[in-house]
């Protein structure tokens, strides 16, 4: 089992920065890609981005390509959501999950689909506001 605790969230201005982060207990995420989604009210969860925690390889949505990054701290068994440049769209709950299918599949299906993830966090509510 892993258990996700997600931080960081709050209020931040328009163009603003935040950075979360996803804390992993019970496994090593090393087996594990750790994706990020997000959830506004009314509609459905929709994929950020991922990484594959052993390898550091990260991917990213085209909403938020070139504005969020995402990196894994190994010693914390840790993953951060670095976020800048916030738009009005940016509002949600953000979730972090975790899911070995894509790193024994190779599939890109399994990092962007949130039903395929099996461990969550209990999500973080970030809110972009002037």
């Known amino acids: 089992q892993v258990q996700l605790v997600e931080s960081g969230g709050g209020l931040v201005q328009p163009g603003g920065s935040l950075k979360l982060s996803c804390a992993a207990s019970?496994?090593?995420?090393?087996?594990?890609?750790v994706g990020w989604f997000r959830q506004a009210p009314g509609k459905e969860r929709d994929y950020v981005g991922a990484?594959?925690?052993?390898?550091?390889?990260?991917y990213y949505s085209d909403s938020v390509k070139g504005r969020f990054t995402i990196a894994r701290d190994g010693a914390r068994n840790t993953v951060y959501l670095q976020m800048n440049s916030l738009k009005p769209e940016d509002p949600a709950v953000y979730y972090c999950?975790?899911?070995?299918?894509?790193?024994?599949?190779?599939?890109?299906?399994?990092?962007?689909?949130?039903?395929?993830?099996?461990?969550w966090g209990q999500g973080t509510q970030v809110t972009v506001s002037s």
């Open positions: 990484i594959d925690f052993n390898g550091g390889t990260t």
């Open positions: 019970g496994r090593t995420l090393n087996r594990y890609a």
């Open positions: 999950a975790a899911d070995s299918k894509y790193i024994t599949t190779g599939s890109y299906y399994y990092l962007i689909t949130a039903n395929e993830y099996n461990y």
